[in-house]
């Protein structure tokens, strides 16, 4: 018993962003007989969790976190104190891409990964079990322990891998029932007996078939592949709309008709104008840089490509535009619809309407985005471009005046405007492209505009 013998377990998690927030209080909310804390060294980040305002957006998030906030779940920027208490630690913070030395622009940057372990080595007294949430290189478990372990108070740590696979937008739903949790250890008898309690820890609400064990290089590489194949569909697929556009063919038909067989599977076959996400473009580039490592060059290029073919979608989308609007957007009201990297979240990182944005700016087009979570972080994300960018929640003033529209994100609020009263405030001819392939392209049609959907025919009126 730990904390005066009120809870059975300690667990702290140090990282309270998009992962270490959600899934720390989905453990509280299920497991009231542990003691969850979970910390960061951002104040601002932990006074949020502390509010009514939580610091990201994600449906249903709050519900549980108020089920278990001070009761047993707490958030905290007392980092030392809480892992000297702590029996398990979570590991959660972030790991970018490196932006500077050996391997910029693809290796992980562990720089936060390897200070937590040194905070950790600094306030810790007794054993604890470190388990690795962070999406991190294959075999940085081997690099953790070494730290770790050459601490000479005589302290064992044991680190396991438990990577996360949630998704944004959907987080909750993900931690309450997820496809799998996968826990990698060490084969040792203090591996495994780790690995058990980590079982015991989820088995409180995932069933025992959906808890995979491995070993703990498994667990780490199944992470940034279980990603690499996910984007690799994605890419796929985008290939495709543009032959489609070459060839009379439906995208979405063909995406349909391949998905209906079992083996391919129906999801993730959605072709847009770009995948986004703080994480399959980091963690595929930190793939190609390992295979390199290796020295397995031909791999390193296959990964590389789902990258390239999706930077590729987010230029052919702008060099499209400039080409139907006449061949030139300069002084001309383009309203994006939509700039998290996808709906139900305000995240934008690595959104690609982003860079659609900045390509936009850079032909001098006058850009007006719009979106119902994401406007203060597409104002960060624009910074050196605002005189060219305006902002604005209501998409119908957002519209008002513009050449064209462009569908950034599959928000469901903009399947449902009323496009005929957006066209009559439009400059004409207006135009409409849906990177995302929501809306009614007929009906659009039928109101006046021209429809430019991605990876199939076009309704132009011209
Ligand atoms: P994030 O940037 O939202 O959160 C990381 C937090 O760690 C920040 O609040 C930061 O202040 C904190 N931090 C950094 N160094 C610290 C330190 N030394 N001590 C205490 N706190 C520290 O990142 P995220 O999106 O939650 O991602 C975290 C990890 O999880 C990444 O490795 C990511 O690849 C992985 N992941 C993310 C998602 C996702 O949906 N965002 C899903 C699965 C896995
Ligand atoms: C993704 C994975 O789905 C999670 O399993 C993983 O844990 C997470 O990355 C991570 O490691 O961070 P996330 O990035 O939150 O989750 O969102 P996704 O639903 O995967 O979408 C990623 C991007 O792909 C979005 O921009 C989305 O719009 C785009 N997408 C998705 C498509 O363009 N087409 C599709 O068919 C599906």
Known sequence: MTDTGKYTMNLIC??????????????????????????????????????????????????VVKIARGRNLFFSTAIADAINEADVIFVSVNTPTKTFGEGAGRAADLQYWEKTARDIIK???????????????????????????????????????????????????DLKAP????????LTESGLAARNKLVEI??????????????????????????????????SINSISMLCECTEAS????????????????????????????????????????????????????????VLMNEYQKKRFVKNMIRVMFNTIAGKRIALF????????????ESPAIDIAKQLVDEHAKVVITDPEAIDNAAKDLQGCLNFVTFDTDPYSAAKGAHAIAIMTEWKCYKDLDYER????ME???????????????KLYETGFNVYPLGKECWKHF
């Open 14 to 63: 140090i990282g309270a962003g998009y992962v270490g927030g959600p899934t720390m209080a989905m453990i509280a909310a299920k497991c009231p007989q542990y003691k969850v804390t979970v910390v960061d060294i951002n104040a601002e980040r932990i006074a949020a969790w502390n509010s009514e305002k939580l610091p990201i957006y994600e449906p249903g998030l709050y519900d």
């Open 123 to 173: 306030a810790s007294t007794s054993d604890k079990i470190i388990v690795e949430k962070s999406t991190l290189p294959v075999r940085t478990a081997h690099a953790m322990e070494r730290i770790l372990n050459a601490n000479d108070k005589g302290i064992h740590f044991e680190v396991l891998s438990n990577p996360e696979f949630l998704a944004e937008g959907t987080a909750i739903e």
């Open 179 to 186: 496809d799998r949790v996968l826990i990698g250890s060490q």
């Open 202 to 235: 989820y088995a409180n609400w995932v069933s025992r078939d959906r808890i995979l064990t491995s070993n703990v290089w498994s667990a780490e590489l199944s992470k940034l592949v279980a990603n690499a194949f996910l984007a690799q569909r994605i890419s």
């Open 251 to 306: 995208v979405s038909e063909v995406a349909k008709a391949i998905g209906m067989d079992n083996r391919i599977g129906s999801r993730f076959l959605n072709a847009s104008v770009g995948f986004g996400g703080s994480c399959f473009k980091k963690d595929i580039l930190n793939l190609v840089y390992i295979c390199e490592s290796y020295g397995l060059t031909e791999v390193a290029s296959y990964w590389e490509n789902v």
């Open 338 to 349: 939509g700039f998290a990297f996808k709906a139900d979240t305000g995240d934008t990182r």
């Open 422 to 425: 957006i066209y009559k405030t």
């Open 428 to 442: 004409k001819p207006a135009f409409i492209f849906d990177g995302r392939n929501i809306l009614d392209h007929k």
